[in-house]
């Protein structure tokens, strides 16, 4: 089930684009191939630089304007445990709490021509309720020529107080994955299997498209940031796949680790983190799992 909303959460992303960005749509296989006749074909290590590049201006803003961030999800684990790229991985996470990650919201894009920052909060007709910066010198096609036309992005998660009951805290998850189920049907984003789940999808997206694009990502926002205001002891992820919940100290400062020959901030209590995310998270998956969960073609424009 996990790698399944690992996927929805890649194709939600990728569809997201043509709403921020209009000139990112679907286009004829004919006319993608005279354009990148162009460009240059990136290389998955080429991939990975323009992401620190990414991290890199993320990073820097966030320090200039006193935003805290910390490496997160695989990227942090990547960093304790290989210090850099998990060798399987291709892609970078941050994290911020929503007070930084509404300050870094309404800020970047003010201070970036290059790379810009998009998420549902800032327009409604995204599809997805957490944020990217993206590269717009640079096009990517997921998973191909034949689906979306994107940017090299990295994702900024956002984590919101949780209640402090389990029983709530497991309500307000069930309808994260409700309506995340539903912004996935909406956008034709679930995989099926035989004639009876085509049916169901085919119905579902019918009477779901009545609703506008971004309807269902605005709900999971809305869900997430229910306990906004109330005095918690812990924060949850609301908006993205992994159910997690843990304890605000593990936020109560912040350490440098290294990243690929760099350093940046992790919170000081990383290992209840990852331990919330992945359980023993130095040991190694088995070696059939050691694979990329990312399809994609990437040019320089």
Known sequence: MKDVW?????TIAAVSYKSTYPQYKRISVKNVKEETRKMKRLNKEEVKNYQLGIL???TEFCEKNQIQYWLDCGTLLGSIRHKGYIPWDDDIDVGMLRPDFDRFMHKFNQENNRYKFTCNELDKACVYPYGK??????????????????????????YDNAPDSISECKKMYD????????????NRMIGTHGVMKDIVKAVGFVALHLYPKGYFAKKIV?????YADMPTKSVGNFTSVPRIVCEKDVFSSFIKVPFEGREYNAPVGYDK???????DYMQ??????????????AYQK
Request: hydrophobic share 35%; aromatic share 12%.
């Open 56 to 58: 890199d201006t993320v």
């Open 6 to 10: 690992q996927s929805i959460g890649t």
């Open 133 to 158: 910066v993206m590269d717009t010198e640079t096009i990517l096609y997921e998973p191909d020529e034949n689906g979306i036309v994107s940017c090299i992005n990295i994702d900024v998660f956002v």
């Open 273 to 279: 983190w990852l331990n919330a995310f992945y359980g």
């Open 222 to 226: 809305s869900n997430s940031k229910k």
């Open 175 to 186: 309808r994260s994955d409700w309506y995340s189920m539903l912004n996935a049907l909406q």
């Open 284 to 297: 190694l998956p088995p070696e059939e799992k050691r694979v990329s969960h990312h399809m994609y073609k």
